[in-house]
């Protein structure tokens, strides 16, 4: 995804899981060799981990963030 396609694509998702009751988190990591860079994890609005949250790392991407919202884990 180039651009503002993937920041509408962001948005999406962060909508979705806003009427899920949850919240949508990625990575603050700057360094492109970190292997948590431009991952995401899916948290409660408390800031309970749900999902993609793995040794404090960020574990998905955005494929995997819209397959456990749409409830399609096993499509992946």
């Known amino acids: 995804m180039v651009g503002s396609t993937a920041k509408v694509y962001e948005n999406r998702l962060r909508r ?10 990625k990575s603050k990591r700057k360094d492109p060799r970190a292997l948590d860079f431009g991952r995401w994890a899916i948290f409660t ?3 309970a981990p ?27």
């Open 50 to 76: 749900v999902v993609g949250l793995e040794r404090d790392r960020f574990t998905l991407d955005l494929a995997d963030v819209e397959r456990h919202l749409t409830g399609n884990e096993e499509n992946g």
């Open 45 to 47: 609005e408390g800031g």
């Open 16 to 25: 979705m899981a806003k009427r899920q009751g949850l919240e949508l988190r």
